[in-house]
């Protein structure tokens, strides 16, 4: 699924060479889209334009995964190749996307995403370079809160104008609508769990990270993609229910790797800082395994490093140790093996053609094995 | 437009007593959108529902001048008495306001609204009160990013649930989208202003506070609520151009109003500190004109104080002062009287019945002469 793989694959693989043709498809439209809205801000005035360019900036990089998730939903219920509904519904997907990331890095204080800086550190830090007047950080939030409203509002804006297909009370607008609300729920009981979870029911963390897993990734970014594109074309309750039963174990174990990652990845291959998630004090399920199972100092030793940024790499690396040795990275890793066989399984009895099934089953591969 | 005021009014006049009974129906309406959320919340988690239960509490409250100047909007370009799709958009627009409101209040770091505290605040105090772990004021402000995120998601989702006239391609629809990117490149511009203001070219000061005030505010809180109600009733060109006229130099003076009351306002009325807007160091025209006319000294003065948030009693008493001498308040004032006879003006000729354009007098007699 990384953008270094495709092409390699592509001209061999009939599939890898329609999803390079779909990628391609979806950058110019998304160019287009974004293209319109600055004519919009340049009316306002040419001032404003950057709060779209941060947009832009952030928008047109990443993995495309929820839009090739959302292209092969389409095609598997019977989507025209290279569809243009399924182009404008990946933009909406993309920037949606874009827009959590605005969000979240201001929430999660991350200075740095997909290897440049944040859009909140961006303006923070022409601030800086300009010499402006007063709190350059709090302008940095400031704008970032804003281009990120306007990056949500655009997600819609391009959803709709997918149109009859995307209208009211069809089931793509349905599943739309609920990912949205699905997922800012989940962000808040993500947030809500960094500032309670120290002495809230410790015997059911587990329980509530793997609740909060599902609602802030695992359904928004994989279920639902998957889903929306098959709405879009048509797909049948029975299809979608087994889109589902694919697509949620995988987006558990998705999200999985990703915690996972968050503490033992590679900065060279993340772009993020090493063990930054233990830095932001996420309360993931393999923290929660860790809590669990640890003995009275480690736990300890994890409540007092958890959610403090000024960590070192020494402390980092104690932490990393106790995870291992508590057994919490193991039982981690076993939970992605069950949820991935669960999906892989599913996937193989699912009622689509050939050409999708390998698509997904490479998307699959993609998000359970990455480094990044 | 007050709504101590409406209760008096109705019975006797029938466009009052209609307006009091379009409100009715718009605090049901939005309380069966919001209790259909609910559920959402609720199949997510229980301890996600305050997140909702925030933006709840702040929707059901303010003045509805948006929902109201869009029912307006429908009934002078023939819409039924009391119609669905605009009672389902006044709702919409209420909840974006409230949305812009979340993540304003952020923005200018405002601990009250509405005489309440500010959705931030509201969960900086539950995380004091229930004695959290972490920083209470950083989960204050992230919860609000969300609530705010999904106030706007919300909006969105109400104005589509309208139908077909609020659907792709549809000038109601157009209208509503322009609105937002608008709005959101006008506080942009507005932030942009604080932080860069003083050093660039003074001399165009008062036409850059001209242009922030038409996109963050006169466009947005009147010029478009009226077009989209006229648009959903299927409005010719003509009389959506003719709204203009009457809306945006209305919409002007409002801006201007609130510009002098977040200066000379009581705080026993405005429910904010007295003097908020120049804590928050907010450049308004009223300010650039001060800049302009006032004494070296006297601009030093300004400029030191504006956007200090320890800003005392005394300091705003100084700069209030400073402000009536340079003729900055009459100036403001001579401009609000100048805009407002435009407004009505256009107003007399306006091709509504009789009972619209006098709803609109009394909302638009409240707009510039509020208090609040």
Chains 1, 2 share one sequence.
Request: with cysteine; proline share 3%; charged share 25%.
């Amino acid at each position: 699924m990384s953008q270094a793989q495709a092409p390699t694959a592509a001209g061999t693989d009939p599939a890898a060479s329609e999803q390079d043709a779909y990628r391609k498809k979806l950058a110019a439209d998304l160019e287009d889209f974004l293209g319109r809205q600055r004519e919009v801000l340049e009316d306002v005035s040419e001032e404003s334009v950057p709060l779209l360019g941060a947009v832009h900036s952030l928008a047109k990089g990443g993995k495309r995964m929820r839009a090739l998730l959302n292209y092969w939903g389409w095609r598997g219920a019977g989507g025209d190749v290279l569809g243009a509904p399924a182009v404008r519904s990946g933009v909406a997907l993309e920037l949606f996307q874009s827009a959590a990331l605005i969000h979240d890095d201001i929430i999660d204080r991350s200075d740095t995403r997909r290897g440049a800086p944040s859009v909140h550190r961006h303006f923070a830090n022409r601030h800086a370079e300009a010499a402006w007047f007063l709190d350059g950080s709090h302008f940095g939030s400031s704008a970032a809160i804003l281009a990120g409203d306007l990056c949500l509002a655009l997600s819609e804006e391009a959803f709709t104008s997918v149109g009859d297909r995307a209208g009211y009370a069809t089931r793509a607008r349905a599943l739309f609508n609920r990912m949205r609300t699905e997922v800012m729920a989940g962000q808040y009981l993500d947030i809500l769990e960094e500032v309670v979870g120290p002495g809230h029911e410790p015997e059911r963390a587990v329980v509530r990270a793997r609740n909060i897993l599902r609602y802030k990734s695992a359904k928004y970014s994989i279920e639902h993609p998957l889903a929306i594109g098959g709405a879009l074309a048509g797909a049948s309750d029975e299809l979608l229910a087994a889109y589902s039963a694919f697509s949620l174990p995988l987006g558990e174990a998705f999200q999985l790797r990703d915690d996972v990652l968050g503490v033992f990845g590679d900065p060279e291959v993340t772009g993020k800082p090493a063990g930054d998630d233990l830095r932001e004090g996420k309360r993931t399920v393999m923290i929660a395994y860790a809590l669990s199972a640890a003995s009275d100092a480690a736990r300890r030793e994890i409540t007092a490093g958890l959610g403090r940024p000024d960590l070192g790499d020494d402390a980092v690396a104690s932490l990393r140790q106790i995870i291992k040795e508590s057994g919490a990275l193991a039982t981690t890793e076993a939970l992605i093996a069950e949820h991935t066989e669960q999906a892989f399984s599913t996937l193989a009895e699912l009622a689509v053609d050939e050409q999708t099934r390998s698509a997904l089953k490479s998307l699959a591969h993609a998000a359970v094995t990455r480094t990044a």
